[in-house]
C-alpha cells in the first residue's frame, strides 16, 4: 500500500469514524429519553424532542469546543500531557540524540522537523504525534523512552510516530479527540454536580438528595458515552498500529529497532503506562498501551502480536528472562549505544553535479515512505553541514538572519541592494548579520542548503506573527532584488510557506481533496511545460517531454506545450488547485511531473530539488533524492 492509497484508506475510516459517532449519539439521545420518559411516567413526544434537541446541542459544543482548542497543532496536546520542549540548540546528551534522530527521519521523509516533546514524569516507554499536518505536528516521547531505548530503537519509535504524520492519521486522531469529548461530557456533568452536591450542607440544599439521583442518571447516561467512546478508539487504532510498526522498519530498513523497544516495554515494570499524564483522551494515539484497557477496548494489538509480527520466533516466556536481567541492571540507552557503537553515519554526499535515475511509478512508490539509503542519506546530508551553520540555524537569533544569508547573490551589484533592501526593513545589524552568514554559506555543498533552511524552520514557526511576516516580506525583497527568480530561490520561498506559515493557523490550511485531474487541466499544463522547459535545454525536448508527462498524468488528452511567461512564479497560481486533488489523481499528477522531468533519461539535482519541493507544496512529500 502507497501513500495515495494510505490517505484514501484514511479518508474512509474517516467516513467510517464519523458514522460510528453519529450511532453513539443517536445511543446517548435515546438512553435520556428512556430515563425522561420512566421519570415522568410516559413517552411525551414535546418533551423528548426538546431532550433530543439539548442532548445532541450539548454534545455537539462540546466537541467543537474541544476541537477549537487544538486548533494550534500537535504542541498544544503535549503541552496538556505535561510536555516540555526540546530546544533546538539543547545540549543535553539525551535531548541531543532524540533531536538528531527526529532531523534524520524528517530530511530523508522531506517533511518539516516537527515541535519535539519530552513527558518527563513518565517513566514508562511511550511515545505519540499529534497535529493537523505535517507543519504543525509534534513528536513527544516518555523520559523512559528516552533514557532506556538505545538509538536503534528510539529510531525505532520515532519512525512509528512519522508513519502516523505521513499517512493522515494525526488529523483523524485530533477529530477522535474532539468526539469523544462531546460524547463523554455527559459523564464529566453527571461527576461534577454528583461531587458539588454531596460536599453542599444539607441545611443549604434540601434537594441535594434529589440532584444527587439526576447527576447519577445524568453520569451512567454518559457511561454509555465512554463505552462507546472506547469501542471507537479500539476499532480505529488497532490496525493502523500494526501498519505504523510495519513503516517503521521501512523507514529504517530494520526489525531489532522497533523490536527492541517493544521488548522493553515487555520486559520493564512500568511497561508503557502513563502515570501522571492523563492517557485515557489519548489512548489511540500512544505507542504503546497507555491505560491498560482489557481485550474489548484496547486501543492496540496485543504486545507479543506486535513483536511476532517483527520476529516470528520470539517466545512469550523470553519476557520473564528480559525482565530478570533488566531487573538487576535496568536499560540504559546511552549505555547501549556506546557498546553497540550505535554512532555517526556511514554515507557520503552525492556529487553536486551529479545526476539520479528516477522511473515515475516508482518515485510514487517512494512517496512519504523513504528506505534506508534516503535515511543514511539524511544523516550524511546533516554531517556535511558544518556545525556552525546547524548551530546558528538551532539559535532564535541566528536563525533568520542565516535564512537570509543563503538568499544573497555572489553577484556584487545585487548584494549590495540587497543589503540596502534588508537594512531598510530590519536595520544594519541584521543585514550586516545576514551578509556575514552569505559570506561563509559559500563553502556549503549546493545539496545542503534547502536542509539547512528547514532545520531553521522550527524555530521560525515559534516567532510571533507579526515578526514571521516582516521576516517573509524580507525574504521576498531578497529574492526580487534583482528581478528574477531562480529555481532555488523559489524552493525556498515555497518552503517557507509550506512549513512555517501554515503552522500558524493549520486546520484552516489543510484541505479534504476531491477534486479529479481530468477537472484541473490548465493547473496541469502549467506545471508540466515549466518543469519541462527547467529540465531541457531545447525546445523540442521540452515539447516531448511535455507531452510525455501529460500522457503519463492524462492519457488519451491533448494540451498544447505553452510556458507560461512569467516563468516559474505561474506555479503559485496551481497550488490551491493541485492541492484540492483526490489522492489517486494526485499519484497521476506526481507520475506526469517525474516523467516531464525526466524525459531525457536522466534527472540533475536542481531538478530533483524542485520535484521534490513541488511535491512538499502539494503535501505528498518525496525523499531528498529520488532512486529507481
Request: charged share 20%.
Amino acid at each position: 500500500m502507497n501513500f495515495f492509497e494510505r490517505q484514501e484508506a484514511a479518508r474512509k475510516l474517516s467516513r467510517r469514524l464519523v458514522a460510528l459517532f453519529v450511532m453513539a449519539v443517536l445511543g446517548i439521545v435515546l438512553a435520556v429519553n428512556v430515563a425522561l420518559g420512566f421519570a415522568f411516567g410516559g413517552f411525551a413526544p414535546g418533551p423528548m424532542l426538546l431532550a433530543s434537541l439539548v442532548t445532541v446541542g450539548v454534545i455537539g459544543v462540546a466537541s467543537l469546543f474541544r476541537v477549537s482548542g487544538l486548533r494550534n497543532g500537535g504542541g498544544a496536546v503535549a503541552r496538556e500531557l505535561g510536555g516540555t520542549l526540546v530546544a533546538e540548540d539543547t545540549t543535553d546528551p539525551h535531548y541531543r540524540r532524540l533531536r538528531n534522530v527526529v532531523e534524520e527521519i524528517a530530511i530523508a521523509s522531506s517533511v518539516p522537523v516537527p515541535e519535539i516533546y519530552v513527558l518527563e514524569k513518565e517513566g514508562g516507554i511511550n511515545a505519540f504525534a499529534a497535529g493537523w499536518s505535517t507543519s504543525d505536528a509534534a513528536v513527544a516521547v516518555t523520559r523512559g523512552a528516552l533514557e532506556k531505548l538505545n538509538r536503534d530503537e528510539l529510531q525505532g519509535v520515532v519512525a512509528h510516530e512519522f508513519s502516523h504524520i505521513l499517512n493522515g492519521d494525526m488529523r483523524l486522531n485530533i477529530r477522535l479527540m474532539g468526539g469523544l469529548f462531546g460524547i463523554l461530557v455527559l459523564a464529566l456533568i453527571g461527576r461534577q454536580v454528583m461531587y458539588g452536591a454531596r460536599f453542599t450542607p444539607r441545611s443549604r440544599n434540601n434537594n441535594a438528595g434529589a440532584i444527587m439521583v439526576v447527576a447519577l442518571v445524568v453520569m451512567l447516561i454518559g457511561y454509555i458515552g465512554l463505552f462507546f467512546g472506547r469501542l471507537i478508539k479500539a476499532g480505529v487504532s488497532r490496525q493502523r498500529e500494526y501498519l505504523a510498526d510495519a513503516s517503521a522498519v521501512q523507514f529504517t530498513r530494520q526489525t531489532r529497532g522497533i523490536a527492541g523497544a517493544l521488548k522493553k516495554i515487555g520486559g520493564i515494570p512500568e511497561g508503557s503506562k502513563l502515570q501522571q499524564a492523563e492517557g485515557e483522551e489519548v489512548s489511540h494515539m500512544l505507542f504503546g498501551d497507555g491505560v491498560g484497557f482489557s481485550s474489548m477496548f484496547a486501543t492496540h494489538p496485543p504486545l507479543l502480536q506486535r513483536i511476532q509480527a517483527l520476529e516470528p520466533a520470539f517466545r512469550a516466556d523470553e519476557f520473564k528472562e528480559l525482565s530478570k536481567r533488566w531487573a538487576t541492571s535496568p536499560p540504559s540507552g546511552l549505555q547501549e549505544d556506546v557498546a553497540l557503537g550505535l554512532v555517526g553515519g556511514g554515507a557520503t554526499m552525492p556529487s553536486a553535479t551529479g545526476q539520479s535515475d528516477v522511473v515515475p511509478t516508482g518515485v510514487v512508490a517512494h512517496v512519504a515512505s523513504p528506505d534506508a539509503p534516503d535515511y543514511v542519506l539524511a544523516g550524511a546530508m546533516l554531517e556535511a553541514i558544518p556545525d556552525a551553520f546547524r548551530q546558528a540555524a538551532r539559535h532564535a537569533e541566528e536563525a533568520t538572519a542565516l535564512v537570509w544569508g543563503l538568499l544573497f547573490s555572489r553577484d556584487g551589484e545585487v548584494r549590495e541592494r540587497q543589503h540596502f533592501e534588508l537594512a531598510a526593513r530590519h536595520g544594519k545589524d541584521a543585514a550586516d548579520r545576514a551578509l556575514h552568514w552569505a559570506d561563509r554559506l559559500v563553502e556549503l555543498h549546493p545539496m545542503s542548503r534547502l536542509p539547512l533552511a528547514e532545520l531553521a524552520f522550527p524555530v521560525l514557526r515559534r516567532r510571533p506573527r507579526a515578526e514571521l511576516q516582516a521576516f517573509s516580506d524580507a525574504v521576498h525583497a531578497l529574492v526580487h532584488a534583482d528581478g528574477r527568480i531562480s529555481a532555488f530561490e523559489y524552493c525556498l520561498g515555497q518552503l517557507l510557506e509550506t512549513q512555517v506559515h501554515e503552522a500558524l493557523d493549520p486546520a484552516r490550511h489543510w484541505r479534504a481533496g476531491r477534486r479529479k485531474l481530468s477537472q484541473s487541466r490548465d493547473a496541469l499544463a502549467t506545471v508540466l511545460a515549466l518543469l519541462a522547459h527547467l529540465g531541457h535545454d531545447d525546445e523540442a525536448g521540452a515539447k516531448r517531454a511535455f507531452h510525455a508527462g501529460l500522457s503519463r498524468s492524462l492519457p488519451n488528452q491533448h494540451i498544447d506545450y505553452a510556458p507560461p511567461p512569467e516563468g516559474i512564479t505561474a506555479l503559485d497560481e496551481v497550488w490551491p488547485v493541485l492541492d484540492e486533488l483526490e489522492p489517486t489523481s494526485k499519484a497521476l499528477l506526481v507520475e506526469g511531473m517525474v516523467e516531464a522531468v525526466s524525459h531525457d533519461g536522466r534527472v540533475g539535482v536542481a531538478q530533483a530539488e524542485l520535484l521534490r519541493t513541488v511535491c512538499a507544496v502539494l503535501h505528498c512529500p518525496v525523499p531528498p533524492l529520488v532512486h529507481a
